[in-house]
């Protein structure tokens, strides 16, 4: 959180000094004192009353005006001197800051004060119990204040839900130590404060019950609702005002997934719904089958000619008998094939085309490779401009996010967020219960102060010179850093330890933190332990297993949006510190610690580049080692040194290497930065991808009878596979290419990287590769070694190779011919297989509603990076939630303007005000997102202004500013100053008749402000604004009427998972556009991970649109090439059911919905188009019935099929499973076998990391 300044107040600095005049009387008696004028003063200058009764005195009149000023109740006789009252008046002045905001508060709680020092008839209920001397003088030592029950219970009621907005906390935990009844708060305001300790110098006693003998009668003045709206109480400070509550929103109803309940067996809406659209279909479907059956097994059907009737309107005549000698590829120039197919006209354009090129490449393999790995090498001539970036926000926040123009505007009109350094120091949990120990104890207090110690000795090198942490620290005051640690709680200094009081002093603190001065922290402001301490529940702070140590340092970032390079040198000097020194003190004593710094996620994507390159490597060779084998022919051991294609497949790989270099290569040389993910992922991808064509290019060759030419095997195996080639290297280009719509930068420069490194592969593929081919074919022909092409061996291969034109296929060939397809024709299998699939696809749909948006942070850091120990830390132990701020735009405070009161949240603000709907919203944080009511600088400035705060806004007879009485040149040494000082002339800036209705002018407002942010905060006025909202509001061009730019912080809850952060950005969102339209006035909620998960609001729709154009894309370019409306829906379909499997996938693995899977969801149609493409267009051109044209395309495509496609990336992410970057396993696992689904389910369980403080 942004952190506020110190107010070291509570009610026990009200009685600081209080005189007390104690008059022991036989029977109480009105208009009589029990305690009257000073008697002496403690040591620690305390003044005490004197225990002597007298008759009340009628006061002078301007003593009386003094009186009615600030006790209105207390007329006639008065039972305090001057100089009691001036003492009051003093000490009370500390807490109407706190309390002037709800009048009906304020005057209950000033009554009780009042009528304890100056009520005539103080006897009778005030009762003198003890005395002590001091100097030889009898001094009050302890009374009994008798009061009612209903004036207590009034005036708890009427102050318990004050706000104090500084601290976006309630009043009552600084004025009442947090008091749950007024029986409590009434304990903390009667208990006598040792010496130099902030209290009441003796002690009070309230006693509701009364003796009928002892003539006591107890004080019961009427108290005042904080509801009465003549007072004027806000509905921040008074949620169960009539107003408040008549204009409150209804609470959201909860959010209930819709169930269906069958006996005993529950199941969600779209379970049963799809389960019963399944057997409909079904049923629907297997009625048909048997109907079809039915009528094929008839005379009439099987007396039927067999046409084979395409979407062209062709009808095409196919032979019954197909020559197994006379391959499907002899083809003649000219769309109508030998076998009898007629192709369509962009398939016979194609097949002409490719014809003439593949004898042209036979015939001048050199030229062709030369020039077209020659372009390619011009393309990476681009690679001198090559950068890559790392830097989160460039990455993963898109160029048009409303949330990155809304912190430009943050960041440029108020202050950058500041820059979190954070230790996170643990117990183990104990081996036998699985509990941790509490962290609270002294050697761990201790080891702490050591700790510290070592990171305020670090000085980091930054040009020459040396930065420590008090160079880059934030101090609200300017003098102190801003640490959050519980060594605040002893002023960051060792030496007050033990005279504090050690482990019991920081227990004390846990509880007394708002309102003990020596809980105080170093910096001068409250210290919430929650912000320090983690590990509890509730409010169980002595049971933390964790210390939480944050240092925030002061954030700059130049036009570029460079951050302060002198923070990021010390945080690099920081993390080394940590590492080297601080963790093995720590092991040491058996505790762990997790640190960060504000550059580690970028310093460790950096270092990501080469966490992987082994693991690639490694996959690269598999992946060569695979092609060699698979391009070869069947090892023999006198040829295979001939036969085998090592140097082919090595060729192959180099040329996928160099289709990725082009890529990159081209994109730099447009200033395209580079990423990590392209750096690794997209040379396997492209290597996938290639893969398939060389398996399918070579295979296509070799099927060629070997009495052809060999430019005419190779321009017959063109023509066989080239079209489906084009096909499917077309429509993956697309599909990749659509991921370039995806906001997210990562991604879409990911998929223009991908989408061209694709294109450049199949034309390096259709060219160097055909070349690569004829060349190795020549060299076996001319029977010279594989990788060593000089060495010539005569004789025996040539003899080994007679008859190969009989060859047998191969055992997968064989498989798909004789097994895999004739299983596959028979007519129940059939129907089984769409069942099955069918199902498959339906039970997908219905897990597809359980996916989460999100991108865990672990995700795309390397797996030993230290950041994972951290973020799992403060998942487990952070008990705050990040800051959230409202910021207004252009706030008009001129006084013929209604905004000040639509924003504020005092009295006489609106009930539906900003700051009010803000207190409103907090009361349901379940679907708010927001825990706490805002810190308002607005506020704070109209009460520091209010008359009745007389001890903050004053001014010298000069006009110039005069400080507090306990501020320099008021005060020397801190404490108030004496009456003749120099500033006893100081008065308050305004009188009531200066203002109109309790609001300053447009020229009083334009004069005081500057004052009210440069104000010190301190006892006698603590909503002094420097430190607290220094950063709050933009002075700019101010003095026209108009604030550009100010900000209300709060803070969203603890958000413990992705779907959290999400959903607290659409409630924040929500709110504020509500509030903006009512109001009329712009306002947007800034927090710092809003950017960040801005995407995932409409997530599901980026993904969907971007999958439907994929879909859509890769059906218009089979529909264009086959003309063929069926075949070309029938790919659609299966590449749909696909996609859906994989989001089903997806959902059972606890895989998020994020750009990363997005981009994976695309490409996986785009792989999947080879799948379905390369069959699909074989069994076009094949002939036959359908059974026979199955039998057919399996046989030749299929094979290649599945040991050019699956295998090749089977191997791939099975090699890649093994890397150390956890992206992997969400980009691969889709892809492969789920090798660590157990670690992302654990992962998915576990509570997200909260952003830090």
Excluded at 339 to 363: C, D, E, N, P, T
């Amino acid at each position: 959180m942004r952190l506020p300044l110190g107010f070291h107040l509570a009610v026990a600095l009200f009685q600081k000094g209080r005189i007390r005049e104690i008059f022991w009387l036989p029977v109480p008696h009105g208009e009589y004192c029990a305690m009257y004028d000073i008697c002496g003063a403690r040591s620690d200058g305390k003044v005490v009353n004197c225990p002597f009764g007298s008759p009340s005195v009628k006061p002078d009149d301007l003593l009386s005006s003094k009186i009615q000023s600030l006790c209105p109740t207390i007329t006639g006789n008065v039972c305090c001197t001057e100089a009691q009252f001036d003492t009051l008046r003093t000490q009370v002045q500390q807490a109407i800051p706190f309390l002037v905001g709800c009048p009906a508060c304020l005057r209950n709680f000033l009554n009780i004060f009042c009528e304890l020092s100056c009520s005539p008839n103080q006897s009778l209920f005030i009762n003198v119990t003890s005395v002590s001397k001091v100097k030889n003088n009898l001094t009050v030592d302890g009374i009994d204040f008798y009061i009612t029950d209903t004036f207590g219970e009034g005036l708890y009621d009427s102050c318990k839900d004050v706000k104090f907005g500084t601290m976006n906390t309630r009043a009552i935990e600084f004025i009442g130590a947090g008091a749950k009844n007024f029986r409590e708060w009434y304990a903390f305001i009667g208990r006598r404060a040792g010496p130099d300790v902030p209290g009441s110098p003796y002690a009070i006693n309230f006693r509701s019950s009364v003796d009928e003998s002892s003539g006591m009668s107890p004080m019961n003045d009427t108290t005042y609702s904080c509801g009465d709206t003549s007072l004027g109480c806000s509905c921040g400070d008074c949620p169960a005002s009539s107003v408040c509550t008549n204009s409150a929103p209804p609470t959201p109803p909860k959010k209930g997934a819709c169930s269906v309940r069958i006996g005993s067996l529950k199941a969600r809406c779209i379970e049963f719904a799809a389960a019963v659209l399944y057997i409909v279909l079904v049923s629907m479907f297997l009625g048909w089958g048997f109907m079809h059956r039915k009528n094929e097994r008839s005379p009439a059907s099987r007396t039927k000619p067999l046409l084979n009737v395409t979407e062209s309107g062709v009808i095409h005549q196919l032979k019954r008998q197909k020559d197994e000698n006379i391959p499907m590829q002899m083809l003649e120039d000219g769309p109508q094939i030998s076998s009898g197919v007629q192709l369509s006209v962009v398939q016979g354009y194609m097949s002409r085309f490719y014809r003439r090129y593949g004898k042209w490449v036979a015939r001048n393999p050199i030229l062709v490779l030369c020039s077209s790995v020659g372009v390619v090498l011009l393309l990476c001539l681009g690679l001198v401009r090559f950068k890559v970036e790392t830097r989160p926000e460039k990455l993963w926040v898109g160029p048009g996010s409303k949330a990155a123009e809304e912190k430009q505007f943050f960041d440029n009109h108020l202050a950058p967020f500041y820059r979190i350094e954070q230790l996170i120091l643990a117990t183990k949990p104990d081996t036998v219960h699985g509990k941790s120990p509490s962290i609270v104890t002294e050697d761990n207090i201790k080891l702490l102060f050591e700790i510290q110690k070592k990171i305020d000795g670090i000085r980091a090198n930054y040009s020459g010179s040396l930065v420590s942490l008090t160079d880059m620290c934030m101090k609200p005051l300017g003098e102190d850093c801003a640490t959050q640690s519980v060594l605040q709680y002893f002023k960051m200094d060792p030496g007050n330890f033990d005279g504090y009081g050690g482990v019991q002093h920081i227990e004390y603190c846990f509880q007394h933190y708002t309102s003990a001065d020596t809980c105080m922290s170093a910096f001068k402001a409250p210290l919430d332990p929650s912000t320090a301490l983690g590990g509890f529940s509730r409010n169980n702070f002595s049971e933390a297993s964790a210390f939480v140590v944050t240092y925030p340092l002061n954030n700059a970032i130049d036009k570029e949006g460079n951050v302060s390079k002198k923070a990021v040198a010390w945080e690099k000097a920081f993390v080394q510190l940590v590492k080297d020194e601080l963790m093995p003190m720590v092991q040491s004593k058996n505790l762990t610690l997790a640190f960060s710094s504000e550059s580690s996620v970028e310093e460790e994507l950096k270092r990501e580049s080469t966490a992987d390159a082994i693991t690639i490597l490694i996959s690269y060779l598999v992946m060569f080692a695979y092609i060699s084998l698979t391009l070869g022919d069947t090892p023999r051991f006198t040829s295979f040194y001939m036969s085998s294609k090592v140097l082919l497949g090595l060729s192959g790989v180099i040329l996928v290497m160099l289709s990725v270099l082009g890529s990159v290569g081209f994109f730099s040389a447009l200033g395209v930065k580079s990423t990590l993910i392209i750096m690794e992922v997209i040379p396997f991808l492209v290597l996938a991808v290639g893969v398939d064509n060389m398996c399918i290019l070579v295979q296509a060759v070799k099927r060629q009878q070997m009495e052809l030419p060999l430019e005419g095997r190779i321009s017959n195996a063109l023509v066989e596979v080239g079209p489906s080639i084009t096909l499917a290297s077309l429509a993956e280009v697309l599909a990749f290419a659509v991921g370039s719509f995806i906001p997210m930068p990562a991604c879409r420069v990911f998929s223009m990287f991908a989408a061209l490194a694709v294109l450049l592969d199949f034309l390096l593929q259709v060219t160097a590769f055909v070349a690569l081919i004829a060349l190795d074919f020549l060299r076996a022909e001319d029977h010279r070694v594989d990788c060593l092409p000089c060495i010539k061996i005569s004789g025996s291969y040539t003899d080994s190779e007679k008859g190969s034109s009989q060859k047998k296929p191969g055992l997968l060939a064989r498989y798909m011919k004789e097994v895999h397809a004739p299983v596959l024709g028979l007519w129940g299998v059939k129907l089984v297989v769409i069942c099955v699939f069918s199902a498959f696809a339906l039970a997908s749909i219905a897990l597809c509603t359980r996916i989460e948006p999100g991108l865990e942070q672990q995700i795309v850091l390397p797996r030993d990076s230290y950041l994972q120990g951290y973020f799992n830390n403060i998942s487990e132990y952070l008990r705050v939630g990040p800051p959230l701020y409202f910021v207004v735009k252009n706030y008009n405070y001129s006084s013929e303007s209604r905004q000040t009161n639509q924003l504020c949240s005092i009295n006489h603000c609106d009930s539906d005000s900003l700051l009010n709907e803000i207190a409103r919203a907090s009361l349901v944080p379940e679907s708010s997102y927001i825990a706490k009511p805002a810190a308002s600088w607005l506020d704070d400035y109209l009460v520091w202004i209010s008359p009745e705060a007389f001890g903050c806004c004053r001014k010298f007879r000069n006009g110039s500013f005069c400080p507090p009485d306990d501020q320099p040149p008021c005060s020397s040494d801190g404490s108030t100053s004496s009456l003749g000082g120099v500033c006893k002339d100081c008065t308050t800036c305004f009188r009531h008749s200066d203002l109109q209705s309790d609001r300053p002018s447009t020229t009083q407002f334009k004069e005081k402000l500057p004052w009210f942010l440069s104000a010190l905060p301190s006892a006698d006025c603590a909503k002094g604004g420097h430190g607290a909202y220094t950063s709050s509001v933009e002075l700019r061009g101010y003095e026209d009427g108009i604030i550009q730019a100010s900000a209300f912080r709060t803070f969203h809850t603890p958000l413990n998972k992705q779907t959290d952060y999400v959903n607290s950005l659409r409630a924040a969102r929500e709110f504020s556009s509500r509030v903006s339209d009512s109001l009329k006035i712009e306002i947007f909620p800034y927090s710092v991970f809003y950017m960040f998960f801005e995407q995932y609001l409409d997530i599901w729709r980026t993904a969907l649109i971007n999958l439907a154009i994929a879909i859509g894309a890769v059906f218009i370019v089979c529909l264009v090439i086959t003309c063929s409306l069926w075949s070309s829906a029938i790919i659609l379909l299966v590449l749909a059911m696909i996609v859906v499997d994989l989001m089903g996938v997806m959902a059972i693995l606890n895989i998020q919905l994020n750009a990363v899977s997005v981009v994976n969801l695309v490409m996986s149609v785009g792989i999947a188009v080879e799948f379905c493409v390369h069959i699909t267009h074989a069994f076009l051109v094949s002939s036959g019935n359908r059974n026979q044209r199955t039998k057919e395309a399996l046989g030749t495509m299929g094979a290649s099929v599945f040991s050019g496609i699956t295998l090749t990336k089977l191997v791939g992410v099975l090699v890649l499973c093994f890397s150390r970057t956890e992206v992997f396993v969400v980009v691969l696992s889709m892809w492969g076998p789920p090798s660590r689904c157990v670690l992302i389910e654990k992962q998915e369980n576990r509570p997200s990391a909260s952003p830090q403080l």
